[in-house]
Each structure stands twice: as structure tokens, then as C-alpha cells.
């Protein structure tokens, strides 16, 4: 009997992987904060094949995202433990080949399926703990509603350490929505060989496009916005720390994946369109 599976552990019928077959389909509940960071410390985290931005600008965007997704049969649902899970990550903005794109140098999860999932994608996840404010469809002291004057917050930590806290005063509804993560993002998938003397040579190693579709979002609503990020052993993060914060938003989007694009071999060949 063959092993079955999209991802490990592959099993005989199919049913132990970490991550079931695409699409999958996500929604999310987004605090977004704009910023900017030193412009040299956002250009040392862009990988091969990726350039400053030339507006030389340091722009940045934090975001914290509570989400729920599923695969198309959609049985993770009634098995909330399998579909939801939170994230805090930073973007950047950069260009490839005179594109405006971003990039994701640092995440962090709180969910094994969404980390390898990630992984698989090309984000370079890891495990943390994150949480942010709720909203409910009642009116009390307890549930901040989409009204000027509403505060929402997010907060992350690993291994027992604070890394980021932001904040964000509601003051009414964007025109624009989010700014900084809005170009298409692009991640690096990188897997990297055990085999004595080709440690330098990983298996994969590509320059890759999200793509997505049946995409919709809610009207955003914005504020005035606060960000931290925290030094703690391991980490790399807080060198993005925001010289200047901008506005931060509060919103809902959603869509479905099951693809993306090969850009680059960053072994050094173009891949083919």
C-alpha cells in the first residue's frame, strides 16, 4: 500500500498530514499599522534578486491578524482547533525587476498546520503566541465596536519573551485603506540540504509571487496608531524598529489560494513565465 498525503507525515489513508491538499481558504480579521524603519536596515533583509525601494524610504507595516481558514471540503470548520490561529508579522517594501513588491522577513504563528503551510508558501514562520482584541456584534464595555474612539490592540511574544505591541485608535473610515503592505507580496521558499559538504546548497531556493482569488475586504476603518517591537535572544526584528508610526487600520479580508509564481531561481537562472 502507498502512503497518501499533501504534506508529513504522509500515512495510508491520507488523513494524519500537518497540511490537507489546496485551495485553501482564509479569512481574517486585520489590525494593519504603517511605518517606517531605518532604510538600511530594510534593505539588509531583502533577499537575492530583490532591490530597494528608490523612494529610499524605510516603509514598513506591521500586522496582527486573527484567522480562520479550511480546505475545500471545509470539515476543519466544526473543528475549530484545526481552522483558527493568529499571527504577527512585519513587511517591507522593495522591487523586483522595477516592480513595487513586499516582503515578509519575519513571522511568527501560533499554530503548527499554519507554520508548515507557511513554510510551504515561502514565509519564514515561527511558533509564538499572539493575541488581539475582538470584536462582537453587541454594544458593551467589553467590545469595541467600528466607531471613532475604539481602541484595538495585538500583542506577540516567543519563548516567554514580549517581541511587539501595537495599538490603534479608531477615528473614523479610511478612503485608502492600509498603505505599506498594499503591492503584491513576494516570498523566498528555502529548504536546505543535510548532505555533508553541500550545507550551502539547499534543495529549493526560489524567489516566489502570492497569488490568490475570490479576494474580498471590508471597509477599513483607521486610527491613530503605536508600535513597539522588544530585543529578545534569537531574534533580529526590533532592527526594523519604527523610526516614525503612520496610521493604523482595522479591517476584514478574505480569499482563496492554490498557486503562485515562480520568479526567480535564486541559484542564479530566470525561471520561464
Known amino acids: ?8 507525515p504522509r500515512s495510508p489513508l491520507g488523513q494524519a498530514n500537518l497540511v490537507p491538499s489546496p485551495p485553501w481558504h482564509y479569512v481574517g480579521d486585520f489590525l494593519v499599522i504603517d511605518y517606517w524603519a531605518d532604510p538600511a536596515a530594510v534593505a539588509a533583509v531583502l533577499p537575492d534578486g530583490v532591490d530597494p525601494h528608490p523612494d529610499g524610504a524605510g516603509r514598513c507595516s ?28 512585519l513587511v517591507v517594501n522593495a522591487q523586483v525587476d522595477g516592480e513595487d513588491v513586499t516582503i515578509c522577513p519575519y513571522i511568527w504563528v501560533d499554530q503548527d498546520f499554519a507554520l508548515a503551510r507557511g513554510w510551504i508558501q515561502g514565509f519564514p514562520k515561527k511558533l509564538g503566541d499572539i493575541w488581539i482584541t475582538r470584536k462582537f456584534d453587541l454594544a458593551n464595555a467589553a467590545a469595541p465596536s467600528l466607531a471613532p474612539g475604539a481602541r484595538f490592540g495585538g500583542t506577540c511574544s516567543a519563548r516567554g519573551r514580549r517581541l511587539a505591541e501595537g495599538r490603534i485608535t479608531l477615528t473614523g473610515e479610511s478612503a485608502t485603506g492600509a498603505q505599506h503592505n498594499d503591492a503584491p507580496l513576494v516570498n523566498v521558499r528555502y529548504f536546505p540540504r543535510l548532505a555533508a559538504g553541500r550545507h550551502d546548497e ?11 482569488y475570490d479576494r474580498s475586504v ?19 526584528h526590533t532592527a526594523l524598529a519604527p523610526v516614525r508610526v503612520g496610521k493604523g ?20 537562472a530566470e525561471v520561464a513565465s
Open 62 to 89: 506591521a500586522l496582527f491578524v486573527d484567522w480562520q481558514s479550511c480546505s475545500d471540503g471545509g470539515e476543519e470548520l466544526l473543528d475549530p482547533s484545526r481552522s483558527q490561529y493568529k499571527e504577527f508579522f
Open 218 to 236: 471590508t471597509p477599513a476603518w483607521e486610527g491613530d496608531a503605536e508600535l513597539e517591537l522588544f530585543e529578545a535572544p534569537g531574534e533580529e
Open 202 to 212: 539547499p534543495a529549493v531556493h526560489e524567489l516566489v509571487k502570492a497569488k490568490s
Open 249 to 268: 487600520y482595522r479591517f476584514t479580508f478574505a480569499y482563496t489560494i492554490d498557486d503562485l509564481e515562480s520568479v526567480k531561481d535564486l541559484s542564479g
Open 1 to 8: 500500500m502507498s502512503l497518501h498525503g499533501y504534506s508529513l
